[in-house]
Structures are given as C-alpha cells and as structure tokens.
C-alpha cells in the first residue's frame, strides 16, 4: 500500500471520530449538564479607583474625585465611605438629571448623611476626597478609601488616593494635637506653626469647635524660621472618653488664610472601668434584609488581671434583650466577653444611643454603664416575632 492511500485513511479516521463519540453519547443516555449560575455583577461602576495628584504647588488644594454610576434598575444602599486616615475629608455629591461635572457641583448638590442613603437606578454620584497639606511632610501620601454598599448582597470598593506633597512651605510641628487628662486640673500642650519660606506670618484670630478645650497665641520664636506657637488648654473635667476637635488658625497669608489643627483629648477620671467595649460602644447596624430574631455580636474587654465577674445584665431599654456570655481570658490576661444584643421591636430608621447595665461582684464596681449604639438603616424592616 502506497504512503498517499495510508495518510487518506488516516484522515478519514479523524473525520468521523467526533461522529462516533455523539453515537456513544446518545446510546448511553448523557444529559447535557446546566452551566454555573453567574454571579450578580455589582450595581456601582466607578470612572475609576485610583486617583493620584501630582506637580502641586503650596497654593493648590489637594484633592481628587471619584465618578460612579448605579448601572442596576434597583436601587441600592450606601453603607458607608471610610479613609484608612482620619485625615482625609469625605464629601458626597449629587450629580443631578442633569449630570453636572464636578466643576459645576454646588453645596445644593451635597449629601451630608450619606449613610443608608438610597442611590437610584441610573443615577450619577460623586465622592470628593481631600487632605490639608499643611502638617503633612512632603514627598508621596497614599491613602485607601473603602466604599461599602448593598445591592443584591453586601460589597466593598477600595479606592486610592495618592498625592505627592512639594517641599515645606508652611508646616504644623507636630501635626496634632493630644492630650490624656486623669485628675480634674487644666492641662495644656503646644504645636509650632512654622514658616519655611522665610515670610513674615501673623496669626489675625483662632477659633475652636469644642467646649472641652480653648487655644491661644503663644510664644514666637524666630531663628532662621519664623514659629508660632499655638497652645490648647484643656477645661478641669474631662469625661471618660476620648473627645475630638479641631482648632482653626487664620492667618494674614493669601496662600494660606487657614491652618487647621487636629485636636484629641482623652479622658480618665478617678479609678479605671473594669470594662469597655470593644470599640467606643456596643455597635449594631440593623439592615433592612437582617432577620426579625437576628442577634448582634459584640464584646466587651477587661483590665488586664482583672479578677472580678459579671452577675447580671440588662438594657437600658425594654426593646432591646441582652445575653453575656462566659469570659475568655487572653494573652494580654484580660477577659473578653462575647456579648449579644437583639431587637424585640422594630424601630424607625435612625441613631439610638442606649446603656448596657452591668452588675458586678467588685466592691468598688459594684454597676457599670456601658453605651450601646444602635444605628436601623433605611428601609422594609423584618417583622418581629413580637409585634
């Protein structure tokens, strides 16, 4: 046999191969097989995630924005825009039927409480990020921004903010102020505005937004660098807690009439809580989709060799049922307490600010107060089993 008759019966093999498995297929009785349902794709499009500023000059507001769309044809809930920094400004806008660009935004267009907020099917959003360079030392700042919401399940977005500060101009040393205030007495700290430009700066007023703590001009120093000194007296009673302000420096410079100035005071009067929860309160977010018996976790967090234990525990308020559970001690031999909260009455969309009460076989504690917040984001709440 020649080598051209063998090569065409090879290739009339190859043809009727897939012939010959269909045959297989249909004698043996195979079904196809459905495919993977696909995953929901998320209902916010974003222009995009990642913003950076570069070639700023001292006079330039350091800024960037974040351009999105609902693209769903169902509304969907903004849980919340958090910077990894506290020093990063959130703001939230609008874009309107018209679809302004952000140059054409106005303080109309703004959305102060945009937790919960309810973003419409089609609908355009702006997130506007900021940072006051002053007290920031220059060179690369990054920052990460996470975007949550809700549409067919719970999403995060993260967003980046990278900005690249020029060389000092004029500089807040250190950048906040901080305070721990633990007997009833004013204390008092400092921060130096200084002017690496070599111009004569003046301070025309100062202006506090706290009633926990007043600022005054201080000394002036002038040794090559001209420095202000700013200082912050605290008031004698400071409550437990830590209180955040700010303090506001106008000054006589046109490029800049403002320095602003991070303010956090700490207070602890008289002997320490045996405990605290895990965060500054027992924190619970009720979504619209949760469950009528859903029970919230939390936790509270004892002085290390703490040595004493909870006898009892109630709520401040009749609609709400609390549950303490046995302790766990840590490394740090502190005892952690899982708590868990339930809801027996739905309540109106809003902040509520409540008291977990504990008792305690401490002589010297013999109650403790711990603040419950509970915050019951917009819209159609399950039914309690008691209503």
């Known amino acids: 046999m020649s080598t051209r008759t063998k090569t065409t019966g090879w290739l009339l093999g190859l043809a009727i191969l897939p012939m010959f498995f269909c045959m297989v297929a249909h004698v043996n009785g195979v079904t196809p097989q459905p495919l993977p349902e696909a995953t929901p794709r998320p209902a916010l499009v974003f222009e995009q995630y990642a913003a950076e500023r570069r070639d700023l000059s001292h006079k330039d507001r350091v800024w960037v924005y974040y351009a999105f769309v609902n693209r769903s044809s169902e509304q969907v809930r ?93 500089v807040v040393e250190p950048e906040l102020i ?54 912050v007296s605290t008031t004698e009673t400071i409550p437990n807690g830590r209180e955040k302000g700010m303090v506001e420096v106008t000054t006589d410079d046109p490029d800049h009439p403002y320095v602003r100035i991070p303010v956090f005071i700490d207070g602890i009067q008289g002997k320490l809580k045996p405990y605290i929860a895990e965060t500054e309160a027992i924190q619970v977010q009720i979504r619209p989709n949760d469950e009528a018996d859903q029970k919230y976790a939390s936790k509270l967090i004892s002085l290390p060799g703490y040595s004493y234990a909870i006898t009892g525990s109630s709520a401040s308020v009749d609609w709400v049922s609390v549950e303490v559970q046995a302790p766990v001690l840590d490394e740090g031999h502190k005892q952690i307490v899982p708590v868990q909260l339930q ?30 917040k509970i915050e019951v984001l917009p819209g159609k709440q399950a039914t309690s089993p008691n209503e």
């Open 343 to 372: 809801l027996n009455t739905r309540k109106e969309p809003g902040t509520y600010r409540e008291k977990l009460k504990l008792e305690l076989n401490d002589p010297d504690w013999p109650t403790l107060e711990i603040p419950i």
């Open 178 to 231: 901080q305070i721990t205030q633990t007997k009833p007495e004013v204390n008092s700290a400092s921060v130096w505005i200084a002017d690496y430009r070599g111009h004569d700066l003046n301070v025309k007023s100062i202006r506090t937004n706290s009633d926990w703590f007043t600022a005054k001009l201080g000394k002036t120093k002038i040794d090559g660098i001209k420095r202000l000194e700013i200082v």
């Open 78 to 170: 903004l849980d919340g825009i958090t910077p990894d920094c506290d020093c990063v400004r959130i703001q939230f806008f609008k874009a309107g039927a018209e679809l302004k660009t952000v140059f054409q935004l106005t303080p109309e267009d703004e959305i102060n409480d945009y937790l919960g907020y309810q973003l419409e099917p089609g609908a355009a959003y702006y997130i506007l990020a900021q940072i006051d360079s002053t007290n920031k030392q220059p060179g690369l700042h990054e920052y990460d921004i996470e975007v949550a919401y809700e549409d067919t399940m719970p999403r995060k977005v993260t967003l980046h903010f990278n900005a690249v500060l020029p060389e000092k101009k004029i």
